[in-house]
């Protein structure tokens, strides 16, 4: 079945749906971290959900009328401020609003009108899962970057949501882009050997056979805590304002102005990169001016949240990190064990489709998983505090899920020339400020989806010469009923 709409309405419509799952991204960006919490809303009270109370103004209290929540015109339509008492209201819901719509066009535009058409994006039955997986990846990622960067918390709702979805989808079916490994091969034996032994520890985890880490504080793998760690509205003061308020970033005049010549800027830099050279690089260009107009919406917050600031590190600085940690290695021995022993060990395991597609996403996730949290528990080991959350472990395990474990590892790596860059700017607007880790590895993880392939290419070349490149070419892939 192909669906003819011309690719202008189809690349409309996910704009637009984009800039609407932006506006629902921000209700969870603000109210995720809360859910449960009692509130009291036009004289009822009850525990805070996704929609109650509806959205209203946190100064006069009144709703909001629908006309103004379309999504980025809103904002304009009202000139930034609540229309009943004239509170100031955020900038910073319009520009993820349009962050996130210009990240699901250029997705589109990327697999369906660039090079990667050539990977399988033929029509929307061929490459449309993939594409709908990983606008369900960006827009996950993004809740978790938003999240992390004010409360220092990613809530693990939202990695398992995604960790499940790529289960779900490997399968579903054959579609281009989604992780493959073969399942005989000793990489996938040690995927699947690797999984057995992580069921296994969380099932010694369970029955306490194996000692949690950070028990008082929050828990690996377990139950997710039911309030940020420390900064729940009782511990501080700013969390209940920020909570029914929302984001109070750029509010003074000329900062919504110098944040919106911004934005400007790189809206007409990605619409120039379509002009002068089109294709891939033009589609990533969009990404990248999407991602910065992402974090400019998001980032100023550290200055309002210096309590969270300072309650995260006192608490990285815990006694005990290096002892919590050995306890963190306890619980990777049984899948590191039995990853090797299965490696090692042919097993006579059946040719299926659909088990080399388990295996790859299973790979994907633990070597995602497992970079991060070595760097963890040895950061720890090293240090003497903690280096890492675990929140970060289970961002990137989800990563490595949807995008495989090259891919990921390449992720990884990015990740730290991203911070890098905003401690720069830091330092030359002299804020220092203290930022988690999770937003640059979600940022990362988002570039991966174009720039990876090319990426780990040229890299390969410049490591390895041109033979190992090609060696280990991005596989081209070939659809049944397609000429070859
Ligand atoms: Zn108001």
Not at 12 to 30: K, R, T
Not at 158 to 174: K, P
Not at 301 to 308: E, I
Not at 395 to 421: C, I
Request: charged letters at 10%; proline letters at 8%.
């Amino acid at each position: 079945m192909t669906l003819d709409f011309p690719p202008w309405l189809i690349g409309l419509f996910l704009f637009l749906l984009g800039s609407c799952v932006g506006s629902f991204l921000n209700v969870v960006a603000w109210r995720l971290p809360f859910r449960g919490q009692p509130v009291s809303f036009g004289g009822r009270s009850g525990p805070l959900t996704l929609s109650w109370p509806p959205s209203h103004c946190p100064n006069c209290k009144q709703g909001i009328k629908p006309y103004y929540n379309i999504p980025i015109l809103g904002w304009f339509m009202l000139r930034g401020r609540c229309g009943h008492c004239r509170e100031p209201i955020s900038l910073r819901y319009p520009l993820v609003e349009l962050a996130v719509g210009l990240m699901f066009l250029s997705l589109y535009l990327a697999y369906y009108h660039t090079a990667l058409t050539q990977r399988g994006f033929v029509s929307l039955a061929h490459g449309g899962p993939t594409l709908a997986l990983h606008l369900l990846y960006v827009v996950i990622l993004l809740a978790a970057s938003a999240i992390d960067a004010d409360w220092f918390e990613i809530p693990l709702v939202l990695t398992n949501v995604l960790m499940a979805a790529a289960l779900v989808w490997c399968v579903l079916g054959r579609q281009p882009m989604l992780p493959q490994v073969s399942a005989a091969g000793p990489w996938g034996r040690m995927a699947l050997g690797g999984a057995v032994g992580v069921v296994l520890s969380l099932v010694l985890l369970h029955f306490k056979l194996l000692p949690r880490s950070f028990d008082s504080e929050h828990s690996p793998l377990g139950a997710e805590p039911a309030t940020p760690k420390a900064n729940g509205p009782d511990n501080n003061p700013m969390a209940a304002d920020l909570a029914e308020g929302g984001p109070p970033a750029y509010l003074s005049r000329r900062r919504n102005k110098l944040a919106l010549a911004a934005v400007a800027a790189l809206v007409l830099l990605a619409a120039a990169a379509w002009w002068r050279f089109a294709g891939l690089g033009a589609a990533a260009a969009t990404l990248l001016a999407a991602i910065l107009i992402f974090l400019l919406a998001v980032l100023p917050q550290r200055q309002q949240a210096d309590a969270v600031t300072q309650t995260v590190t006192e608490e990285s600085e815990s006694p005990n990190a290096r002892r919590e940690a050995g306890k963190e290695l306890l619980f990777l021995l049984a899948p590191v064990t039995l990853a090797i022993v299965a490696a090692l060990a042919p097993l006579p395991l059946p040719t299926a489709g659909w088990l080399d597609r388990l295996a790859g996403v299973l790979l994907g996730l633990e070597v995602g998983g497992l970079l991060v949290w070595l760097t963890r528990i040895f950061g720890t080991l090293a240090l003497g505090r903690v280096a890492m959350g675990l929140g970060d472990v289970h961002l990137m395990a989800a990563v490595g899920a949807v995008v495989g474990a090259k891919l990921v590892v390449l992720a990884f790596f990015m990740a730290p020339f991203f911070a890098l860059a905003w401690t720069l700017v830091c330092m030359l607007s002299r804020r220092v400020q203290v930022l988690p880790y999770g937003p640059w590895l979600s940022m990362a993880a988002i570039m991966v989806l174009l720039v990876g392939h090319p990426l780990w290419h040229w890299y390969m070349t410049v490591a390895f010469g041109a033979s190992a490149a090609h060696r280990a070419p991005a596989a081209p892939i070939h659809w049944p009923g397609e000429p070859p």
